[in-house]
């Protein structure tokens, strides 16, 4: 029982959540989907634990054969064009393969940038420290540290199909051009850091995303802050200079005149400001912001309104909340 790899596309990955949690402090991001909530959802779809492994393909472009009988469901980036034997099929829906059955998906024309395949029963790759997600920096997890090739084949769990779902229109996410990302403030901002002219700039000017963007961290156009301080004194001579300290996944550190988001794979720690983390139930957005077309715009909330956020994300999961077909 197995998937085969036919045209791995760009950088298709095998991921679970939450990853590799717990080794932030030796130097490990946790790794896992970039868009979580798509990940969970193509997981739930097929009757799986939210959190088995599955494949990330980034950009759309891919082509697999299932030899074993299944289910297995797309959820991700639109514009795709996916087909089980060049029979067009549904995205955010289960989908019956059985062995010799070919799924192919286009590249991905958006919005939204990755895709997510899950298949029932899950990928079967080994657990790496505690996760199959491969941290693509490190070589670490997915099927033999590296990202997928033709050819691979991919163990999957032993699943009788079940029923078939869909997740309602009115509970898709909506993938946009132009995004609003929530962030709380800090904890490198102003005043001490940052201005409050900066702070303003960085919540109300439209930011674009980098070509140079990927799994390790969204890079964004460059920006002159002011500062509220000359330089980073025994850090060093910018302003954005601090001592080494952690950081954490969706921080917005400020590399000189350069906001940066960091992603699943990023560096744990480092030498520049974090003036703003991304709130834990904006990060799926980070995950479908596309390369060298996207914008973003920052938005400040606050705890309350972060965990309210956070509930409301979580809603879709709950497979009673999906529509049999």
Known sequence: ????????????????????????????????PADDLAFRLANVLVGNDPGHAALEIPAGRFSARAHFHGLVALCGADGCGPTVNNVPVPRWETVEVRPGDVLTCTAAKGPGFRLYL?????????????????????????????????????????????????????LRPAYHRHWELEVLRGPHADPDF????????????????????????????????????????????????????????????????????LGPDGATSGGFTVV?????????????LRPGQDTVRFREVGPDEARSLAAHVEYPLDPRHLETL
């Not at 045209?7 to 946790?30: E, H, M, N, S, W």
């Not at 079940?162 to 997740?167: A, F, M, S, Y």
């Not at 139930?281 to 479908?288: C, D, E, I, M, S």
């Open 1 to 32: 029982m197995t998937l085969e790899i036919l045209d791995p596309g760009v950088c298709t990955t095998v991921q679970d959540y939450p990853g590799r949690v717990g080794l932030q402090a030796k130097g490990i991001f946790p790794s896992g």
């Open 118 to 170: 899950a298949v029932s029963g899950g990928i079967g790759v080994p657990d790496v420290l505690g996760s199959r997600a491969l941290h693509t920096a490190g070589a670490l997890g997915g099927l033999d540290g590296r990202a997928l090739i033709r050819g691979d084949l991919l163990p999957t769990g032993d699943a009788t199909p079940g029923k078939r779902l869909r997740v309602p229109q009115a």
């Open 194 to 261: 940052l201005t409050a002219e900066d702070w303003r700039d960085l919540v109300t000017r439209t930011w674009r995303v980098n070509l140079n963007s990927d799994r390790l961290a969204v890079l964004l156009n460059s920006h002159r802050f002011r500062w509220a301080r000359p330089d980073g004194g025994v850090a060093g001579d910018h302003p954005s200079n601090v001592l080494d300290g952690s950081y954490p996944v969706g921080g917005v550190i400020v590399n000189g005149d350069v906001p940066t988001i």
């Open 276 to 288: 703003a983390t991304i709130v834990q139930a904006a990060l799926w957005k980070v995950g479908q």
